[in-house]
């Protein structure tokens, strides 16, 4: 049983049945290791002051509002006002599975997300959620991973092409974008998650860009590089032959659409190592569709 439920509407939005919503919930328990079923209890919900800080900088990020950030996504004034925000804190529960909302990956120091023990847990509070940051406290494992969502395509979306194909911005999900978080968490990575969870396994899948990754909505593969990148609906787009001034290492196959301000990394891209983060936005594309995508469900 739960000791105490701290369950805050931090930003309304849409009043409407179902509006879109982003919930950031503290983790109360780790697999350890990530798909092994042991589990760890996470220090997470007990530390409510970190928990309300880490909070309160993810949603900063996502609304553009750090000083002299760039990528406003969400303060696009068609997305903002529309978008609830819900922060979920429970104490007194015990280590179980479905209490572990994320997991020690086997890749480095990265906490994974365990995607439908985060639904059903956002959901046993009254939460639904079209992403959820689970924000963790682990001692070792502090780097962050995504998953985008699973869409509902059996349901209603709003038509788009992709370079010509048929695709939809689907107003359902089966599985929310999911986010494991550290709470020490700082930069624009909170932005750069939320591009992987916001997108689609089957409607546009956003990948990372500072590696030689595979063919995605804002990566293509092949050499030479093409000056064409692509089109969404009516929109053409160039590629960036040089990757925003860093330069495509020797060997990748990969190239990546034009930047909107080609003097820094696109958000997805190494943004960490840029020496100006906060200055980094999203390549062309990738903002368009993140856009028309929130649009869409924000009109469900």
């Not at 929109?235 to 001034?245: H, L, N, T």
């Amino acid at each position: 049983m739960a000791g105490n439920v701290d369950l805050q509407v931090l930003r309304p939005g849409a009043t409407k049945p179902n509006p879109y919503t982003i919930c950031l919930v503290a983790n109360p328990a780790i697999e350890a290791p990530w798909q092994s079923f042991q589990f760890i209890p996470d220090p997470m919900p007990g530390n409510g002051p970190a928990f309300d800080a880490a909070v309160r900088y993810a949603i900063d990020c996502l609304f553009g509002n750090l000083p002299g950030q760039a990528e406003q996504l969400l303060a696009e004034p068609r997305i903002g006002p529309f978008v609830r925000i819900v922060s979920l804190r429970v104490t007194g529960l015990p280590v179980s599975d479905a209490n572990a909302l994320v997991g020690e990956s086997v890749f480095g120091s990265l906490l994974a997300p365990r995607r439908t023990q985060m639904d059903a847990f956002v959901r046993s509070f009254g939460v639904t959620a079209d992403v959820i940051f689970a924000i963790s406290q682990s001692s070792t494992f502090t780097r962050e991973s995504a998953f985008p969502t699973t869409d509902d395509d059996s349901g209603p979306g709003d038509a788009f092409q992709l370079d010509g194909i048929g695709l939809a911005h689907r107003h359902l999900f089966t599985v929310p974008g999911t986010v494991a978080m550290h709470v020490t968490t700082r930069s624009i990575t909170p932005l750069h998650e939320f591009g992987h969870a916001a997108s689609s396994f089957t409607n546009g899948q956003i990948t990372d860009l500072y590696v030689d990754s595979a063919p995605a909505l804002n990566c293509k593969a092949g050499r030479p590089i093409p000056i064409s990148f692509g089109t969404l609906d009516a929109f053409a787009f160039q590629s960036d032959p040089v990757r925003d001034g860093l330069g495509y290492p020797p060997g990748w196959q990969s190239y990546h659409c034009e930047l909107i301000d080609p003097s820094h990394p696109a958000v997805m891209d190494d943004y960490i190592n840029s020496g100006a983060a906060l200055a980094c936005r999203h390549d062309a594309i990738t903002r368009r569709f993140l856009v028309d995508r929130l649009i869409a469900k924000i009109n469900r």
